[in-house]
């Protein structure tokens, strides 16, 4: 992923107010200047966090051609029954939980109330569970082409989501 500036960051969110674009806690805040430099950006495939003081809102970042698109998430409230897969790394072997993560639109249609979901890694673990290698399926089962084919396929995943967003404004 490529780096961005803590200036970029807070500029790329397409579905917040100004207000809530001034409000976003950005990873590493506590870690004072710098912290975002000190993210390993190699092994990111998006940027995600939680805010820690409202732990139903959640942050990502995706590398658009080069530009950061930011989405304002928030987790929804019910619970599924069953575990469910994320549907950005596609992991069936999950060593955290998933939860539904709801993102109003950008633009007029966000404010109209559309609404564009997705079931992701609770704390947007998917950029490390997709470079872990997959177990072995069958003999001469190719495993790191998988991998790369998983880390391809999460970078589509959270790509389609960010522009579902910004392209509605």
């Given at each position: 992923?490529?780096?961005f500036?803590?200036?970029?960051?807070?500029?790329?969110?397409?579905?917040?107010?100004?207000?809530?674009?001034a409000?976003?806690?950005?990873?590493?805040?506590?870690?004072?200047?710098?912290?975002?430099?000190?993210?390993?950006?190699?092994?990111?495939?998006?940027?995600?966090?939680?805010?820690?003081?409202?732990?139903?809102?959640g942050?990502?970042v995706?590398?658009?051609?080069?530009?950061?698109v930011?989405?304002?998430?928030r987790?929804?409230e019910?619970?599924?029954?069953?575990?469910?897969?994320?549907?950005?790394?596609?992991?069936?072997?999950?060593?955290?939980?998933?939860?539904?993560?709801?993102?109003?639109?950008?633009?007029?249609?966000?404010?109209?109330?559309?609404?564009?979901?997705?079931?992701?890694c609770?704390?947007?673990?998917c950029?490390?569970?997709?470079?872990?290698?997959?177990?072995?399926?069958?003999?001469?089962?190719?495993?790191d082409?998988?991998?790369?084919q998983?880390?391809?396929?999460?970078?589509?995943?959270?790509?389609?989501?960010?522009?579902?967003?910004?392209?509605?404004a």
């Open positions: 992923m490529t780096p500036t803590e200036a970029q960051l807070r500029a790329s969110f397409v579905n917040t107010s100004q207000r809530e674009r409000g976003i806690v950005l990873p590493g805040a506590a870690g004072g200047p710098g912290a975002l430099a000190g993210l390993r950006w190699d092994d990111l495939d998006y940027l995600g966090w939680r805010d820690r003081r409202q732990p139903q809102l942050y990502v995706a590398d658009v051609d080069g530009e950061p930011g989405v304002l998430l987790q929804a019910a619970s599924a029954r069953s575990r469910p897969q994320c549907s950005w790394c596609d992991d069936v072997t999950l060593p955290n939980d998933v939860v539904f993560f709801g993102a109003k639109r950008g633009g007029r249609a966000g404010r109209n109330g559309d609404t564009v979901g997705a079931l992701v609770d704390e947007f673990q950029s490390a569970n997709v470079r872990k290698l997959p177990p072995l399926a069958y003999p001469g089962f190719d495993r082409a998988a991998r790369l998983r880390i391809e396929g999460l970078r589509m995943h959270v790509r389609a989501f960010a522009l579902a967003i910004r392209d509605s």
